[in-house]
């Protein structure tokens, strides 16, 4: 299983970013707590469509679960649609990392 959690810095010591589709980083993990890879988000910044864009990324990379503060209608749908699963937690990623090893 892949989980990957939207955060505001490449780091595990970083926020859970508040926005799903416009988080800086993605932060890729195993569901043993290994960091597998780091993604700066190429639709951070720009035009409408970052949710639908992002999903479509991290359903590529075969991602099971995405971890963010918050998720945009569009991005839940795309997620769906993908049969990614999402859930929302605050905090920092080692935290949100933690919370789902548990």
Known sequence: MKIAIATIEDKAQGSVSSQAGRA???????????????????????????????????????VDLVIA???????????????????EKQGTVEKALKDFRQ
């Open 69 to 87: 503060e918050k998720f945009g209608p569009n991005m839940q749908s795309a997620l769906q649609e993908r049969g990614v699963k999402f859930q």
């Open 24 to 62: 800086p980083y993605f932060l890729i993990y195993s569901d043993k707590g290994e960091l597998i890879e780091t993604i700066k988000n190429p639709f951070a910044v720009g035009e409408g469509g970052a949710g639908f864009a992002v999903a479509k990324m991290l359903a590529d990379k075969q």
